[in-house]
């Protein structure tokens, strides 16, 4: 980097934080002790990013419906619902559970955003509670947040749903390696939007929030319409009924690994609860708001999905729900509407819900790779961290989304990705997850003051104990990986994370013992007044 990019030189990692860190902590924040400034060097970069604080009430609730409403209840019941035997009673209780998990989960996030003042989500505050061994959270968590912060799974939902709204059959579909292509390009075009300015990117999200709402009562309206109207009105058969054996009988295995994946599906669904924190340093009073429009966007998305679920079971029979796959929304849409508008006109209605989630999230993870990219310890961060000068969005960022996913998507087959990725995603993320609502315990005996936001301890511990008993059930009924030449998801996730630890370990232990050096960090502002760090080599003695 040229060094006219350079402004200042501002601290060292051990000094003191800087009036503006200072100013963003919780009125309620006392540093007489030495836990407390210790937590507040840990908020040195809390500065407010170049582009300010943008987004509203309006705009946040959009960004969570956006995330949460994706494809995931269009495409992923089929295989919780073939996770479970079929059974309804199991098939509910994940339901209910997840949603319980959602919620307690998305308090969790309230509560620590309503401590630490700064954009950055899970990789902020699983920082802030373990500091020690110093850096070994930064570089896993960061890393393997960078690596696999894929939106591959909204994106290949996308390219299956084109498809079929054009007539293609479900084997077609469910095999070409055209899906694998048109999500290639929609990520593309999506990324080149998101780079031309931040202003053209929040125009068109708040554009497809209006489609998403009407996505909403459609699906609100399809969900009434099934459940409440007679044969004789709607024409189709009901294949639910209270007394059906699909609530005591299974008709397929069940086990430890079918349930986990399940649950992975579930959360799927429900997936971006979370996701908003990323950006949380351009919401506009950032607590109010993420209070406010957190419920109220798991509220809606709760009682839809619930709806569309009743009209999965009641509309589709058993073979139907087990061969439909990702499609099952669409094969609904069509037995209740017919070809042209159930088929076809509500089928794109779903991709357009799949690349307004995609939309909003890699937004959310170029802002997310830019804040890991800012600590500085990998190769090039100093470069793809900053932001375009022109356009002042972090186009080196959107470039390098883009080509992870496109990694993914040449190298995996169209008809295993959506189930390996969601996996892959799956498996690490529970355990950051264990250990982040774990951290929130540990971090109510160290701090002395109460949070503006507290989430509930019961939900805490449901989250503890079902995040348990996913990761440990593949290793009580292990099953051979879907993509021949790879390992199992759960086995690839667990590599990494072990390889991005060893890489810890090397850089920032072994090495500096080695040579007799220790490692400092400095930080840099940039001459659009974002803050970077970098890493020196100082002799010891």
């Known amino acids: 980097m040229s060094k006219d990019l350079i402004n200042v030189t501002i601290h060292r990692s051990d000094s003191d934080a800087s009036t503006s860190s200072t100013s963003l902590l919780p009125q309620y924040y006392d540093d007489s ?14 500065e407010e990013l170049p582009q300010g604080r943008h987004l509203g009430l309006y705009s946040t609730i959009v960004l969570f419906l956006s995330r949460i409403m994706g494809s995931g209840i269009w495409a992923a019941p089929s295989n919780i619902y073939v996770g479970v035997g079929g059974n309804y009673t199991l098939y509910f209780i994940l339901w209910f559970i997840s949603t319980l998990i959602a919620f307690s989960g998305m308090y969790v996030y309230l509560e620590l955003g309503s401590i630490i003042p700064r954009s950055g989500g899970t990789k902020i505050f699983l920082e802030y509670i373990y500091q020690r061994p110093k850096m070994l959270i930064t570089v896993v968590y960061g890393t393997f947040s960078l690596l696999f912060g894929l939106t591959m799974t909204n994106s290949i939902v996308f390219g299956k749903y084109i498809l079929f709204s054009l007539g293609y059959d479900e ?24 780079g031309l300015g931040l202003k053209y990117g929040i125009y068109i999200q708040n554009f497809l929030g209006f489609l998403k709402i009407f996505l909403i009562v459609v699906m609100s309206l399809t969900g009434i319409y099934v459940l409440i109207f007679p044969y004789s009105i709607t024409g189709l058969n009901s294949n639910f009924n209270l007394d059906s054996t699909h609530f005591t009988t299974f008709k397929s295995q069940v086990d430890f690994n079918t349930i986990s994946s399940s649950f992975i599906n579930c959360f799927f669904v429900f997936g971006g609860w979370n996701s908003v924190h990323t950006i949380s340093s351009e919401i506009k009073n950032p607590n109010k708001t993420l209070k406010i429009a957190g419920p109220i966007s798991l509220t809606i998305a709760f009682f839809n999905f619930m709806l569309i679920n009743f009209s999965y079971l009641k509309v589709l029979t058993h073979e139907e729900i087990v061969k439909s796959g990702p499609l099952i929304g669409s094969l609904l849409f069509e037995k209740i509407f017919g070809y042209k ?12 819900s799949s690349f307004s989630n995609v939309f909003v999230v890699i937004y959310a993870l170029a802002r997310m790779d830019q804040e890991i990219l ?56 529970q355990l950051f997850l264990l250990i982040l609502v774990i951290g929130v315990f540990k971090l109510r005996k160290e701090i002395d003051f109460v949070p503006e936001i507290k989430s509930f301890t019961l939900g805490n511990i449901l989250m503890i104990l079902t995040s348990i008993f996913i990761l440990i059930s593949p290793l009580i009924n292990h099953k051979p990986s879907i993509i021949p030449g790879l390992p199992s998801e759960h086995i690839t996730g667990i590599s990494i994370i072990l390889i991005l630890s060893l890489y810890w ?31 020196i080599k100082e002799p010891l003695g």
């Open 171 to 194: 084997e077609f579909v469910t095999n070409s390696k055209f899906v694998n292509h048109i999500a290639l390009i929609m990520i593309f075009l999506i990324c080149f939007i998101h």
């Open 505 to 535: 370990l090397i850089w920032f232990k072994i090495l500096p013992y080695w040579k007799g050096y220790k490692l400092e960090r400095i930080d840099k502002v940039l001459d659009d007044g974002l803050v970077i760090k970098k890493w």
């Open 33 to 46: 002790n030495d836990f407390n400034k210790e937590r507040r060097n840990s908020l040195i970069d809390s």
């Open 341 to 352: 508008f159930g088929r076809q006109f509500l089928t794109i209605s779903i991709a357009l």
């Open 374 to 429: 800012r600590e500085g310890y990998l190769p090039f961060s100093e470069y793809l961290v900053q932001n375009n000068r022109v356009w002042k969005t972090p186009i080196n960022c959107l470039i390098l989304v883009f080509s992870l996913n496109a990694f993914w998507l040449i190298i995996l087959p169209s008809n295993t990705a959506f189930n390996y990725i969601l996996g892959l995603e799956g498996f690490p993320s």
